[in-house]
């Protein structure tokens, strides 16, 4: 499938508007191609490529809206989902929150699509594969490994006048390897918008060692800990945290950052003075798409500044109920680091323990963001500013809240899982139990 | 809708949930009823398939012909937020060639296109030959010919009106609000899978699968003392059509005039008023005191441990290292399989494997690879005897039968192996719940699915629940807040000191329960009496921030 221009995707949104018979539509088209790799047991277990291109049709008729899909494109079909949405919109129980479609919108650029990653293909992939099983194989270890790469385009429009358009690629690899006798497991990744920078025999390697250097694990207590959380563990917790920033849901008094006998907590310094998270759909390394579902723009927002709530996601209905402009949720966020590295972070560690990845993390309350998880794939201890030996993995129970109140230091920020996030050392950080598992 | 507003609209967080909830085209209401293309025409497609895939040198061949149909509901407070009517419909084909799997999907199901579609398929399994260590080992399966396997349902969700549908949210959202209730969310999820399947072994199989959960959150807030509480629904996602919301009397359980638990009808208005007043009581009550109790664990908490204790550690390709990368690996290793004496639980302890189970979500008359449904034991007398397994890997057991453990989630996706309903044993002498709390000196009981975690080779686990009883010498004296029992998979079945009778048994369900990569989504159900845990950790999960 070709992505389509610019141009082509508008003609056929106007084309498809030009059929409409409602008070208001909007169009969403999208194109993606995608190709994945399986690999376990040092052999490739799956494979596949898939090509989607799709046309939704939402008709409004005063508050009622039904949306119709279809991925036919010839001029009978087009005008049949938009007669079918506009079938479904009149059926459809009223919508009492539904706003008025937004006009034309100015939108920033983002730079997510590269030619490199657009153009990958079977062969690339098994590449990408065999980099990452030979290394395995030559060192007697079992490597599983999944690489998933997309290269695809959205275009949005509407019967105000508004108009989208935006196209993006992303190539994602991660590999667990473990060791013959079971007692080792070692985990690396990497995750870009250009191919050309994915290289999977480094993260083969980082899981390689890991695995190897994992062996042997001893038992620490469960308490608290000082902890050095890798990006990766790092990055999952406060997504948890930013992905819970909805102000209905606070002003309606059921979030961490409702306040007691009413209100929210904005403005209101919740975190570490060290802390600043925001969101820029033109970062350079976590470009992201500059416009909602609903084709409003999306900006710099800063989340927290300086420990301080900044701002929080208002949807257009709550945004005009409290009389300010939407601040739309995020595709990624960015937190400010140090300058440091991860090594860096462990030299001056005196007693702690470095964390690779959580795993299986679920809220246990709302209330507090407390969450509960395990380490895994490669847990250590440090003293005296060496990594001495592995530990037995822990389950944790913690909140991000309260972890970014015990932050002992930051390095320098890296992209993972498309957020840029960096290594964290914390104090008091609570383990709760053990776990056997390698 | 994307996933992420799927997730936002349905207001249960991350529990349990895959990819593949919403799949496919929009299409309206009224084309949920439209018959799918006819059997005959079926047959003729995936000829065209199997014929292709063998003249470009396949040795094997199966193909699937799917359509899927999904009708979803979304509400709050008083207002629907959506309605989501999808179909999904097209073809996929497995081959084995030199002696690697390969697979291809198309939406295009002209004859060209599937004849290219099966080249594809074989030119990948070639290609991908290059890296393979082992050749596929496929276990024998006799064609079984033409048939067909229906769900035995009475009433067709899909043809019951969407107003009735949405009156029946509308007044489990009013009745919660008028009983107390801040907020409330609820939903309606609807799902038939019309699956056609055809191999080279000379099995033609049509389908008709249908499945259903309604669900709710009810949240309670007291502002000024700036708390809330949820509780959700005590539903379980069943193999049933709409019948199942009859909410008939027979199928009620009262347990000591405390909560009402359901088994194959549920009064979904009744159990949201319930909720309403235990979501506030919630907010009142003591928090627990962390310590080691016995648990008295109701089917609608159990189930998920179950699940997860159970279920995904004694599913084969976890064992053998497939899954590694993502959901882990097992502690259920295969030498502790061969020694036949690995004490999984206590003796009291038996789990039985079973697609023919009725009203399970797993029911089907044949797996996803042509393999006719059957039972089995899992773990016999407390011992693992057994695992899930598929016909590429059921020779590793000595087995010569696949255990039709062959499941894929569309027509598109690849299929692998998928766990069947595992269910534990009821107590066979009488023995009920008031039994069982009668004689528990210091003990929780537990109703309801709430936050879960296991580690990724199954061993210590922490789950937590929707409503907490305190049970005082042989009482139930109030309700607790803040609890979650941590322990470790076989440390917790040994300690299984009593099980309730077939009386109390009951099914709970995961209608999204999301395996693989990239991630595909299965439904299952899991069946238990009220059983005890004697001496369980309890944490307190009571923070401030």
């Given at each position: 499938?070709?992505?389509?221009t610019?141009?082509?995707?508008?003609?056929?949104?106007?084309?498809?508007?030009?059929?409409?018979?409602?008070?208001?539509?909007?169009?969403?088209?999208?194109?993606?191609?995608?190709?994945?790799?399986?690999?376990?047991?040092?052999?490739?277990?799956?494979?596949?490529?898939?090509?989607?291109?799709?046309?939704?049709?939402?008709?409004?008729?005063?508050?009622?809206?039904?949306?119709?899909?279809?991925?036919?494109?010839?001029?009978?079909?087009?005008?049949?989902?938009?007669?079918?949405?506009?079938?479904?919109?009149?059926?459809?129980?009223?919508?009492?929150?539904?706003?008025?479609?937004?006009?034309?919108?100015k939108?920033?650029?983002?730079?997510?699509?590269?030619?490199?990653?657009?153009?990958?293909d079977?062969?690339?992939?098994?590449?990408?594969?065999?980099?990452?099983?030979?290394?395995?194989?030559?060192?007697?270890?079992?490597?599983?490994?999944?690489?998933?790469?997309?290269?695809?385009?959205?275009?949005?429009g509407?019967?105000?006048?508004?108009?989208?358009?935006?196209?993006?690629?992303?190539?994602?690899?991660?590999?667990?390897?473990?060791?013959?006798?079971?007692?080792?497991?070692?985990?690396?990744?990497?995750?870009?918008?250009?191919?050309?920078?994915?290289?999977?025999?480094?993260?083969?390697?980082?899981?390689?060692?890991?695995?190897?250097?994992?062996?042997?694990?001893?038992?620490?207590e469960?308490?608290?800990?000082?902890?050095?959380?890798?990006?990766?563990?790092?990055?999952?917790?406060?997504?948890?945290?930013?992905?819970?920033?909805?102000?209905?849901t606070?002003?309606?008094?059921?979030?961490?950052?409702?306040?007691?006998?009413?209100?929210?907590?904005?403005?209101?310094?919740?975190?570490?003075?060290?802390?600043?998270?925001?969101?820029?759909?033109?970062?350079?390394?976590?470009?992201?798409?500059p416009?909602?579902?609903?084709?409003?723009?999306?900006?710099?927002?800063?989340?927290?500044?300086?420990?301080?709530?900044k701002?929080?996601?208002?949807?257009?209905?709550?945004?005009q109920?409290?009389?300010?402009?939407?601040?739309?949720?995020?595709?990624?966020?960015?937190?400010?680091?140090?300058?440091?590295?991860l090594?860096?972070?462990?030299?001056?560690?005196?007693?702690g323990?470095?964390?690779?990845?959580?795993?299986?993390?679920?809220?246990?309350?709302?209330?507090?963001?407390?969450?509960?998880?395990l380490?895994r794939?490669?847990?250590?201890?440090?003293?005296?500013?060496?990594?001495?030996?592995?530990?037995?993995?822990?389950?944790?129970?913690?909140?991000?809240?309260?972890?970014?109140?015990?932050?002992?230091?930051?390095?320098?920020?890296?992209?993972?899982?498309?957020?840029?996030?960096?290594?964290?050392?914390?104090?008091?950080?609570?383990?709760?139990?053990?776990?056997?598992?390698? | 809708?994307?996933?992420?507003?799927?997730?936002?609209l349905?207001?249960?967080?991350?529990?349990?949930?895959?990819?593949?909830m919403?799949?496919?085209?929009?299409?309206?209401?009224?084309?949920?009823?439209?018959?799918?293309?006819d059997?005959?025409?079926?047959k003729?497609?995936?000829d065209?398939?199997?014929?292709?895939?063998?003249?470009?040198?396949?040795?094997?061949?199966?193909?699937?012909?799917g359509?899927?149909?999904?009708?979803?509901?979304?509400?709050?407070?008083?207002?629907?937020?959506?309605?989501?009517?999808?179909?999904?419909?097209?073809?996929?084909?497995?081959?084995?060639?030199?002696?690697t799997?390969?697979?291809?999907?198309?939406?295009?199901?002209?004859?060209?296109?599937?004849?290219?579609?099966?080249?594809?398929?074989?030119?990948?399994?070639?290609?991908?030959?290059?890296?393979?260590?082992?050749?596929?080992?496929?276990?024998?399966?006799?064609?079984?010919?033409?048939?067909?396997?229906?769900?035995?349902?009475?009433?067709?969700?899909?043809?019951?009106?969407?107003?009735?549908?949405?009156?029946?949210?509308?007044?489990?959202?009013?009745?919660?609000?008028?009983?107390?209730?801040?907020?409330?969310?609820?939903?309606?999820?609807?799902?038939n899978?019309?699956?056609?399947?055809?191999?080279?072994?000379?099995?033609?199989?049509?389908?008709?699968?249908?499945?259903?959960?309604p669900?709710?959150?009810?949240?309670?807030?007291d502002?000024?003392a700036?708390?809330?509480k949820?509780?959700?629904?005590?539903?379980?996602?069943?193999?049933?059509?709409?019948?199942y919301?009859?909410?008939?009397?027979?199928?009620?359980?009262?347990?000591?005039?405390?909560?009402?638990?359901?088994?194959?009808?549920?009064?979904?208005?009744?159990?949201?008023?319930?909720?309403?007043?235990?979501?506030?009581?919630?907010?009142?009550a003591?928090?627990?005191?962390?310590?080691?109790?016995?648990?008295?664990?109701?089917?609608?908490n159990?189930?998920?441990?179950i699940?997860?204790?159970?279920?995904?550690?004694?599913?084969?390709?976890?064992?053998?290292?497939?899954?590694?990368?993502?959901?882990?690996?097992?502690?259920?290793?295969?030498?502790?399989?061969?020694?036949?004496?690995?004490?999984?639980?206590?003796?009291?302890?038996?789990?039985?494997?079973?697609?023919?189970?009725?009203?399970?979500?797993?029911?089907?008359?044949?797996?996803?690879?042509?393999?006719?449904?059957?039972?089995?034991?899992?773990?016999?007398?407390?011992?693992?005897?057994?695992?899930?397994?598929?016909?590429?890997?059921?020779?590793?057991?000595?087995?010569?039968?696949s255990?039709?453990?062959?499941?894929?989630?569309?027509?598109?996706?690849?299929?692998?192996?998928?766990?069947?309903?595992?269910?534990?044993?009821?107590?066979?002498?009488?023995?009920?719940?008031?039994?069982?709390?009668?004689?528990?000196?210091?003990?929780?009981?537990?109703?309801?699915?709430?936050?879960?975690?296991?580690?990724?080779?199954?061993?210590?686990?922490?789950?937590?629940?929707?409503?907490?009883?305190e049970?005082?010498?042989?009482?139930?004296?109030?309700?607790?807040?803040?609890?979650?029992?941590?322990?470790?998979?076989?440390?917790?079945?040994?300690?299984?000191?009593?099980?309730?009778?077939?009386?109390?048994?009951?099914?709970?369900?995961?209608?999204?329960?999301?395996?693989?990569?990239?991630?595909?989504?299965?439904?299952?159900?899991?069946?238990?009496?009220?059983?005890?845990?004697?001496?369980?950790?309890?944490?307190?999960?009571?923070?401030?921030?």
């Amino acid at each position: 499938m070709e992505i389509l221009t610019k141009e082509e995707a508008k003609k056929i949104i106007d084309k498809v508007l030009g059929y409409s018979k409602a008070d208001e539509a909007s169009v969403e088209l999208t194109g993606k191609r995608t190709g994945n790799i399986r690999f376990a047991r040092n052999s490739v277990s799956t494979s596949a490529e898939t090509y989607n291109l799709s046309l939704s049709i939402t008709s409004v008729f005063g508050k009622k809206q039904g949306t119709s899909t279809v991925n036919e494109f010839d001029d009978a079909s087009l005008e049949k989902a938009v007669r079918r949405s506009e079938e479904v919109a009149k059926l459809a129980p009223e919508n009492v929150e539904y706003l008025p479609m937004p006009g034309p919108q100015k939108y920033l650029e983002s730079k997510g699509f590269l030619d490199t990653t657009a153009k990958i293909d079977p062969a690339q992939r098994a590449k990408f594969a065999k980099d990452s099983i030979i290394p395995v194989r030559e060192n007697k270890l079992t490597g599983a490994g999944y690489l998933e790469d997309s290269a695809g385009f959205e275009a949005l429009g509407n019967s105000k006048g508004l108009f989208a358009y935006n196209k993006s690629t992303s190539v994602d690899f991660s590999i667990t390897v473990r060791t013959a006798d079971g007692l080792g497991s070692g985990y690396g990744s990497g995750d870009f918008n250009d191919s050309a920078l994915m290289d999977t025999k480094v993260a083969t390697k980082v899981a390689m060692q890991k695995a190897i250097s994992s062996r042997g694990a001893k038992a620490f207590e469960p308490g608290k800990y000082t902890v050095i959380l890798e990006p990766t563990a790092a990055g999952e917790l406060i997504s948890f945290m930013i992905r819970a920033m909805d102000a209905r849901t606070a002003d309606e008094g059921r979030s961490f950052l409702s306040k007691k006998g009413g209100g929210t907590r904005i403005g209101e310094k919740l975190l570490d003075e060290r802390v600043t998270i925001y969101s820029d759909p033109t970062d350079k390394d976590i470009p992201a798409k500059p416009f909602s579902s609903e084709g409003l723009p999306l900006e710099k927002v800063v989340w927290f500044d300086k420990g301080v709530v900044k701002n929080m996601s208002y949807s257009r209905y709550w945004a005009q109920s409290k009389g300010i402009a939407p601040i739309l949720a995020p595709d990624g966020f960015i937190m400010e680091g140090g300058t440091g590295s991860l090594e860096d972070l462990i030299k001056d560690t005196e007693k702690g323990i470095l964390v690779t990845r959580f795993w299986y993390t679920r809220w246990l309350d709302p209330q507090t963001l407390l969450y509960t998880g395990l380490t895994r794939d490669g847990t250590f201890y440090i003293e005296n500013g060496q990594i001495k030996h592995p530990v037995k993995n822990f389950r944790f129970n913690e909140s991000p809240v309260i972890m970014l109140n015990n932050l002992e230091a930051m390095g320098k920020s890296v992209r993972t899982r498309g957020n840029m996030v960096p290594p964290l050392k914390i104090r008091d950080f609570t383990f709760s139990s053990l776990s056997d598992a390698v | 809708m994307n996933r992420r507003k799927f997730v936002q609209l349905s207001g249960m967080g991350a529990a349990l949930f895959s990819s593949g909830m919403v799949q496919g085209r929009i299409i309206s209401a009224e084309d949920l009823m439209m018959p799918g293309i006819d059997v005959t025409a079926k047959k003729r497609l995936a000829d065209v398939a199997l014929n292709a895939a063998k003249s470009k040198g396949a040795t094997y061949a199966d193909v699937r012909i799917g359509r899927y149909l999904r009708q979803y509901f979304f509400t709050k407070e008083m207002r629907v937020e959506n309605i989501v009517n999808s179909e999904s419909y097209g073809l996929g084909i497995r081959v084995i060639a030199n002696g690697t799997w390969g697979f291809c999907a198309t939406n295009d199901l002209s004859v060209d296109s599937i004849a290219k579609c099966a080249a594809t398929a074989v030119a990948i399994a070639k290609a991908n030959s290059e890296m393979q260590e082992e050749p596929v080992i496929l276990a024998p399966q006799k064609g079984v010919g033409i048939q067909t396997w229906k769900t035995p349902i009475t009433k067709n969700a899909f043809t019951i009106p969407v107003k009735e549908k949405i009156d029946l949210l509308m007044k489990v959202n009013g009745e919660a609000i008028k009983n107390g209730a801040t907020f409330v969310n609820s939903n309606l999820f609807f799902i038939n899978e019309q699956k056609y399947f055809a191999s080279t072994d000379g099995s033609y199989i049509d389908q008709d699968v249908h499945r259903m959960w309604p669900t709710f959150t009810v949240t309670a807030v007291d502002k000024k003392a700036g708390k809330f509480k949820t509780r959700d629904a005590l539903s379980a996602p069943i193999g049933m059509g709409y019948e199942y919301l009859d909410g008939l009397a027979s199928e009620k359980m009262s347990i000591l005039g405390k909560p009402t638990v359901y088994r194959f009808s549920y009064d979904m208005v009744e159990d949201a008023i319930l909720a309403a007043h235990q979501a506030q009581e919630k907010l009142t009550a003591k928090t627990v005191v962390a310590g080691k109790y016995d648990m008295i664990l109701d089917p609608s908490n159990l189930g998920l441990t179950i699940h997860e204790s159970v279920g995904h550690p004694l599913e084969l390709d976890r064992v053998l290292g497939y899954e590694a990368n993502l959901a882990g690996t097992s502690f259920a290793t295969m030498e502790k399989w061969e020694s036949k004496t690995f004490e999984y639980g206590s003796k009291i302890v038996n789990f039985v494997a079973d697609k023919t189970q009725p009203n399970s979500m797993a029911a089907v008359g044949y797996d996803d690879e042509g393999v006719p449904c059957k039972n089995w034991n899992l773990i016999k007398d407390g011992i693992l005897v057994n695992y899930q397994a598929t016909r590429d890997q059921v020779h590793l057991l000595g087995e010569k039968e696949s255990q039709g453990c062959s499941f894929a989630d569309s027509w598109d996706s690849i299929q692998f192996q998928r766990m069947p309903n595992v269910s534990l044993q009821p107590g066979k002498e009488k023995y009920g719940v008031a039994d069982m709390i009668k004689d528990t000196e210091k003990g929780i009981y537990i109703l309801g699915r709430g936050s879960s975690s296991i580690d990724q080779q199954r061993y210590n686990f922490q789950f937590s629940g929707q409503l907490f009883y305190e049970v005082k010498n042989g009482e139930i004296v109030g309700m607790l807040d803040n609890a979650a029992y941590q322990s470790n998979s076989q440390e917790f079945w040994n300690s299984c000191a009593k099980i309730c009778d077939k009386d109390d048994y009951r099914l709970f369900g995961t209608l999204f329960d999301g395996k693989g990569q990239p991630g595909q989504s299965s439904a299952v159900s899991h069946g238990c009496s009220t059983s005890r845990f004697n001496g369980v950790n309890v944490i307190n999960t009571g923070r401030k921030i």
